[in-house]
């Protein structure tokens, strides 16, 4: 495999310069008993091109952001932590990739994933492979199935729908008087999940509106002109969209030169993951935006979500998304899984003891509490609220600021999704 389709991140040693992000560096710390002294490595899968780029370098960013701290307070059981990264592209070359990490670099653990079409072909190689496999952002649905509903190596992602359906349980709290919808999403498993849900939340609910228009462009499509005349000639009272990375900013640009907004009202069920590029130039006050799992600018954020937005901030010169929150989750947890097999038997774990230690295992993320159910998919909370001017960036932000658990957004294990809302008691 070519050089330039990894990288490594090099771990801290006691003459090693200042690491990136300005934490100084230390002297390794010594391995306890039963513990190997070599580098623990770590396989990550991330996307840094094209469309979705934005939100796969910021998983990215926040994992090397975990490393450092990480290794400078002495790696995980007194190993430093190495990173070694691939790309993630069409579902065929990740797969490629990922059996690489695995058996040419050795790696104990791959973390990583976003697009549903890749990971539904990751899971089922994971358990091929018998080596954990945690997922940033990418679940193994088809649709609203879930294709493998009990995994041993494979950890998800929480269930493609739950950014719909926190939309559609707040829509009508938002929205009175909607009539008809129309609806833009990407022509993907998700984006078609996203649309199905919605309307079947906003159904049960006892909302009566009217589809008039369905659009699926597909990912990486950047001219939405025609999209836009279509959705203005069926006069929708509002438009939903689960666009999720920079076709997001370039809909609302496009949508902003014709004053799409200025006759209905919009429902961005994702468009947080690119949140500072939805300048006020262009992005109205008054749309439901949702930000997935982490609102960088939460005021009831923890001291870590504060440390790391401003030394974000400082490096970069952006916000930190959502993306920043799954991919330190996941880490993390890893992290804590071994230290938990560890206590039990002083040595360090196998990878099957990892995967038992992380079944119901709770860790502390940028967000706060994570956790991961025993069927291997992420618990956490979901922020959405209305985009509003008045701040002090020049991008929009949200108020009111609507938290919503997956202990109440998202079907319990073993359910089938419509059926699961289907019995909601309203």
């Known amino acids: 495999m070519a050089a330039s389709r990894r990288e490594f991140l090099k771990t801290a040693g006691a003459a090693a310069a200042v690491g990136a992000l300005g934490f100084p560096a230390v002297a390794r710390a010594q391995a306890r008993p039963g513990v190997p002294s070599d580098p623990v490595k770590i396989g990550i899968i991330a996307i840094r091109a094209g469309i979705a780029a934005p939100v796969g370098t910021a998983g990215l960013r926040g994992t090397e952001w975990w490393t450092e701290r990480v290794n400078k307070s002495g790696?995980?059981?007194?190993?430093?932590?190495?990173?070694?990264?691939?790309?993630?592209?069409?579902?065929?070359?990740?797969?490629?990739?990922?059996?690489?990490?695995?058996?040419?670099?050795?790696?104990?653990?791959?973390?990583?994933?976003?697009?549903?079409?890749?990971?539904?072909?990751?899971?089922?190689?994971?358990?091929?492979?018998?080596?954990?496999?945690?997922?940033?952002?990418?679940?193994?649905?088809?649709?609203?199935?879930?294709?493998?509903?009990?995994?041993?190596?494979?950890?998800?992602?929480?269930?493609?729908?739950?950014?719909?359906?926190?939309?559609?349980q707040l829509t009508p709290k938002y929205f009175k008087g909607i009539k008809t919808i129309a609806g833009i999403n990407n022509d993907y498993?998700?984006?078609?999940?996203?649309?199905?849900?919605?309307?079947?939340?906003?159904?049960?609910?006892?909302?009566?509106?009217?589809?008039?228009?369905?659009?699926?462009?597909?990912?990486?499509?950047?001219?939405?002109?025609?999209?836009?005349?279509?959705?203005?000639?069926?006069?929708?009272?509002?438009?939903?969209?689960?666009?999720?990375?920079?076709?997001?900013?370039?809909?609302?640009?496009?949508?902003?030169?014709?004053?799409?907004?200025?006759?209905?009202?919009?429902?961005?069920?994702?468009a947080g993951g690119v949140h500072d590029s939805l300048k006020k130039e262009f992005t109205p006050e008054g749309l439901l935006l949702g930000y997935n799992?982490?609102?960088?600018?939460?005021?009831?954020?923890?001291?870590?979500?504060?440390?790391?937005?401003?030394?974000?901030?400082?490096?970069?010169?952006?916000?930190?998304?959502?993306?920043?929150?799954?991919?330190?989750?996941?880490?993390?947890?890893?992290?804590?899984?071994?230290?938990?097999?560890?206590?039990?038997?002083?040595?360090?774990?196998?990878?099957?003891?990892?995967?038992?230690?992380?079944?119901?295992?709770?860790?502390q993320s940028l967000s706060g509490t994570r956790s991961w159910r025993t069927d291997h998919v992420q618990m956490c909370n979901f922020y959405q609220g209305m985009t509003r001017h008045r701040n002090s960036y020049d991008f929009v932000t949200m108020f009111p600021i609507e938290v919503v658990s997956t202990k109440t957004a998202m079907k319990p294990a073993g359910t089938k999704l419509l059926d699961w809302i289907n019995g909601w008691k309203i």
């Open 75 to 168: 790696g995980i059981l007194g190993r430093q932590v190495q990173l070694v990264v691939e790309e993630e592209s069409t579902p065929k070359d990740t797969v490629e990739r990922y059996r690489k990490l695995i058996l040419q670099d050795k790696v104990e653990v791959v973390i990583g994933g976003i697009s549903t079409g890749v990971t539904l072909a990751l899971g089922p190689v994971a358990e091929e492979m018998e080596v954990p496999w945690l997922s940033w952002d990418g679940t193994t649905q088809k649709g609203v199935e879930e294709t493998m509903p009990n995994p041993k190596w494979a950890f998800k992602s929480v269930d493609n729908e739950v950014e719909a359906i926190v939309a559609g």
């Open 293 to 363: 799992t982490m609102y960088f600018d939460d005021p009831k954020g923890s001291a870590l979500l504060k440390q790391f937005v401003r030394e974000y901030k400082a490096k970069y010169n952006e916000y930190p998304p959502y993306e920043c929150d799954h991919a330190y989750f996941n880490i993390e947890s890893y992290k804590a899984a071994v230290e938990k097999a560890y206590a039990q038997t002083k040595q360090w774990p196998t990878k099957a003891q990892v995967v038992t230690a992380l079944e119901g295992l709770e860790a």
């Open 189 to 270: 498993s998700y984006g078609h999940d996203c649309w199905e849900t919605y309307q079947a939340v906003l159904k049960k609910l006892g909302v009566e509106v009217k589809p008039v228009l369905e659009l699926f462009p597909k990912l990486g499509v950047t001219d939405f002109t025609s999209h836009i005349a279509a959705i203005q000639q069926a006069k929708p009272d509002l438009l939903m969209c689960s666009f999720w990375s920079g076709d997001a900013t370039i809909l609302m640009k496009q949508a902003a030169a014709v004053g799409l907004f200025k006759s209905m009202k919009g429902v961005f069920t994702t």
